[in-house]
């Protein structure tokens, strides 16, 4: 599983406490839909530049479920099929994390990877949320976005600022809280030509650790036992590595964690 990652100032995965045996992760997932700001916001300037007309970036947020710490940052560029391999490599770098997808627009075709072609075995799946009538699980994956749960994922997200401990040690995801507030129309959107994808899928993963926490969520599923016998010798093989990992890591001197927290690294 180490393989995964290899050090690059250039990566657009960011580090700060790396998986830590027996604790559980939570990763909030926001796919790009590749559109610039709209015309109401950009319209008004008078002076254009590519910043400005930068389409938003797909990004994820690793939380630490005990602590709510985040713990790593993904934030880029990349088409959503590659998006959901990167998502399910990075879940399983943090212990089979369970990855909270945003299902909106591109969001589909990372939840289809992830559970039709990856087989990944946690993906959120809510008893509370998308579900269908006499099914007390439903049968959707991931997270639908709309008006009115949109403010239950941003108040997540404004109970641990309003909390006053430290949750994050990433200066993109602050400088994103700071230039969030709320249009003319009562919709929380990022101010200018600032972006707003970390936040939201920092709230992602706020959301999904709720969940898990107060039991709402579908048990992990054996996605890959029925997957061809070559599949599911890949499968089995990584889940091998990671014990193997985790056993060598187990009693790691603290120096070697520290070495790592600020550093950037590719996946």
């Known amino acids: 599983m180490n393989a995964l990652l290899a050090e690059s100032m250039g990566g657009r995965l960011r580090v700060w406490d790396p998986p830590a045996s027996g604790h559980r992760y939570v990763i909030g997932i926001d796919t790009a839909e590749n559109r610039v700001k709209d015309i109401g916001q950009t319209g008004r300037k008078v002076a254009y530049s590519w910043a400005d007309d930068r389409p938003d970036y797909s990004a994820m947020c ?24 990167c998502a399910a490599a990075l879940g399983l770098y943090y212990n089979t994390a369970l990855l909270v997808p945003e299902v909106n627009g591109p969001g589909l075709v990372v939840v289809d990877r992830l559970i039709a072609q990856v087989r990944y075995p946690n993906v959120y799946r809510s008893r509370l949320f998308n579900r269908v009538e006499g099914e007390p699980f439903g049968n959707a994956f991931g997270w639908q976005t709309n008006a009115v749960n949109r403010e239950l994922l941003l108040a997540k997200v404004r109970d641990m600022v309003n909390s006053g401990e ?23 959107r990022a101010r200018g030509s600032n972006k707003d994808d970390l936040v939201f899928a920092l709230a992602l993963a706020l959301q ?31 889940k091998r590595k990671t014990r193997e990992r985790d056993l060598a890591t187990r009693n790691r001197s603290p120096f070697a964690r520290m070495s790592v927290r600020r550093s950037r690294f590719r996946l």
């Open 208 to 238: 999904g650790r709720h969940e898990e926490l107060y039991g709402t969520l579908k048990p992990e599923q054996d996605l890959y036992k029925d997957l061809p016998g070559q599949d599911r010798m890949v499968w089995k093989h990584i």
């Open 166 to 188: 430290p949750f994050t040690r990433d200066p993109k995801l602050i400088k994103e809280l700071r230039t969030l507030e709320y249009d003319e129309r009562g919709v929380p």
């Open 62 to 85: 690793v939380v630490d479920k005990e602590h709510g710490i985040h713990v790593a940052t993904w934030h880029g560029y990349l088409e959503p099929p590659d998006f959901a391999h």
